[in-house]
């Protein structure tokens, strides 16, 4: 399956660890190992003291797809696969989707789900989000006119990467009321749950609403652990679970041990984590507000709905892809650039969840004070 470059990998393959200030990143500030360790209870801090390197139980430790499986509502251990988020997208892509099946995708999105749908030959609309200039929008009347014979999957992202668009739960439910009619699978990407900005903003998972919904979830965005590597599937049709199972056994066959054991770690304590995140988003969120403020001569701000990334659009005649290349060579700050995402009209991704955040505004500041006065 031959597959094309993965363009934001291969852009922060070369930017990531050189740049000084990483305004485009869509993780959360990371958490230290000793943090994670000293918000360990009794039982995880046993399993992590007496933990043996061995291989671990191919779907994911039971304790950990319990705590998993505690996000949901009527989710069980059984119905989660644990594995690394973008495994998950591999797996689920190659599990369900063969030549000549037919997939939606919201769109802009994560260059995986839609580049692996393609390379399997299967075709690829896309459902694209719309701005006016204020806010995201999605055409849900737009859906179905896509929809084809040959449809078989439905793919979202919600809370949204790279605009920040969130829907409400009347959207959510008419969009799995269609799936269901069409008798479509729904795979929701769900990374960024959990990073709403109120607890009212939060959906439920997808596949607690619809048993051919699979959400994929994860430890690397709102959790602010990516080096954990750690996220998982989760469907209550099990048989889809097993041939998820049966074809992860072809990729990393099972997880590491100690990461498995930190990830049982940050979901026990995730109250405590994710008030960090919101918190740090919060701030970062008033901070962004004020300098597209002060800045609105050369940015068109679209305010984020949930989550810990934005897609604001740079004004003028510059294209965004020189615009981001001046800025990292002139003051080693890194913007994604709209294009990254296959998306036009100078748009360009800004990251939330650090808490450098306003260092990195700065200088951005400093940059257009010297280049675009």
């Given at each position: 399956m031959p597959l094309s470059p993965f363009a934001l990998e291969r852009y922060f393959a070369q930017h990531e660890f050189t740049a000084r200030y990483l305004l485009s990143s869509s993780d959360c500030e990371t958490l230290s190992q000793s943090d994670l360790l000293g918000m360990a209870d009794t039982k995880t801090r046993l399993l992590?003291?007496?933990?043996?390197?061995?291989?671990t139980e191919s779907p994911g430790h039971p304790l950990l797809r319990q705590e998993i499986a505690n996000l949901c509502k009527t989710v069980w251990p059984d119905d989660v696969l644990v594995l690394a988020p973008e495994e998950?997208?591999?797996?689920?892509?190659?599990?369900?989707?063969?030549e000549g099946d037919h997939a939606i995708v919201m769109t802009p999105a994560y260059q995986s789900l839609y580049q692996i749908a393609e390379s399997l030959r299967a075709d690829v609309s896309r459902w694209?989000?719309?701005?006016?200039?204020?806010?995201?929008?999605?055409?849900?009347?737009?859906?179905?006119?896509?929809?084809?014979p040959t449809t078989k999957l439905l793919i979202i992202n919600v809370p949204h990467n790279p605009t920040g668009f969130h829907i409400d739960a009347e959207t959510q439910e008419q969009i799995i009321q269609f799936a269901r009619e069409k008798r479509l699978i729904l795979f929701s990407d769900e990374m960024y749950r959990f990073s709403e900005y109120t607890a009212e903003m939060r959906l439920p998972a997808a596949c607690d609403l619809y048993d051919q919904a699979i959400t994929l979830g994860g430890l690397s965005k709102s959790f602010g652990l990516a080096g954990l590597r750690i996220g998982w599937l989760a469907c209550k049709d099990r048989t889809i679970i097993r041939r998820f199972q049966r074809f992860r056994d072809y990729t990393t066959i099972c997880n590491s041990a100690p990461a498995e054991i930190l990830a049982a770690m940050a979901l026990r304590s995730r109250d405590r984590i994710l008030d960090r995140t919101r918190t740090i988003i919060e701030n970062n969120l008033a901070a962004a507000d004020q300098f597209f403020a002060n800045h609105h001569r050369h940015f068109e701000w679209?305010?984020?709905?949930?989550?810990?990334?934005?897609?604001?659009?740079?004004?003028?005649?510059?294209?965004?892809?020189r615009f981001c290349e001046k800025l990292i060579q002139s003051k080693s700050v890194l913007l994604v650039p709209g294009s990254i995402?296959?998306?036009?009209?100078?748009?360009?991704?800004?990251?939330?969840?650090?808490?450098?955040?306003?260092?990195?505004?700065?200088?951005?500041?400093?940059?257009?004070?010297e280049h675009y006065v």
């Open positions: 992590w003291e007496h933990l043996r390197l061995g291989y998950g997208i591999f797996v689920a892509m190659n599990t369900l989707l063969q694209q989000l719309e701005t006016d200039g204020v806010r995201w929008k999605l055409d849900l009347t737009a859906l179905a006119r896509l929809v084809r679209i305010r984020p709905m949930a989550g810990p990334v934005a897609f604001p659009r740079l004004k003028g005649t510059d294209s965004i892809d995402f296959d998306f036009p009209d100078n748009h360009f991704r800004i990251g939330l969840g650090r808490r450098n955040l306003e260092e990195g505004l700065e200088k951005l500041g400093e940059f257009l004070v």
